[in-house]
T-cell receptor
């Protein structure tokens, strides 16, 4: 397996533009997490899905952020409109829950470095 | 509120010595605690997991302890090498099955 795949690796956009980040989890994994990492705040959990259903989005900073998981092999994180303070590295991770219990090991993608100017 | 603290932002030690990193948590009763390694420009990579009923876990030169009374985990790298230089993150499962990370400790091993 190629691991968790994120695209793009880098994104530079102007303030006010819409940004869409993409993630392909590891095949067979049924939990997916979106994290944001900055020097100031570290690695923050934004939202996570189990079996394609959003379970907890309490980490999503504002209504400008939205995430979808239309099927088991694809998820998007959208920011609209983007602002300079959204600049960060965004990571997607996936994990496998067995029998209702999470297998705790999370596998991370390479991340998307977002710069909003 | 639930909190995870890695109380050393950075740690510098001499090659060959044992590096010890600390992770403290409050308002949690985690079933598992994990440690990850993150290199610059890359995502975190899982290293070790320890369960609440385990006191100690080892993997090669790595050792993790878990004290649920003190609400603390210690992460040790013995016979440290420059290649061990990285940021190390501890992570917990919250009651809602979320994986929450500490802020990390940047470890530097000097030759």
């Amino acid at each position: 397996d190629a691991g968790v795949i994120q695209s793009p690796r880098h994104e530079v956009t102007e303030m006010g533009q819409e940004v869409t980040l993409r993630c392909k989890p590891i095949s067979g994994h049924n939990s997916l997490f979106w994290y944001r990492q900055t020097m100031m705040r570290g690695l923050e959990l934004l939202i996570y899905f189990n079996n394609n259903v959003p379970i907890d989005d309490s980490g999503m900073p504002e209504d400008r952020f939205s995430a979808k998981m239309p099927n088991a092999s694809f998820s998007t994180l959208k920011i609209q409109p983007s602002e300079p303070r959204d600049s960060a590295v965004y990571f997607c991770a996936s994990s496998l829950a067995r029998g209702g219990h999470m297998t705790p090991e999370a596998f991370f993608g390479q991340g998307t470095r977002l710069t909003v100017v | 509120s639930q909190k995870i603290e890695q109380n050393s932002e950075a740690l510098n030690i001499q090659e060959g010595k044992t590096a010890t990193l600390t992770c403290n948590y409050t308002n949690y009763s985690p079933a598992y605690l994990q440690w990850y390694r993150q290199d610059p420009g890359r995502g975190p990579v899982f290293l070790l997991l320890i369960r609440e009923n385990e006191k100690e876990k080892r993997k090669e030169r790595l050792k993790v302890t878990f004290d649920t009374t003190l609400k603390q985990s210690l992460f040790h790298i013995t016979a440290s090498q420059p290649a061990d230089s990285a940021t190390y993150l501890c992570a917990l499962f919250s009651s809602a099955s979320k994986i929450i990370f500490g802020s990390g400790t940047r470890l530097s091993i000097r030759p």
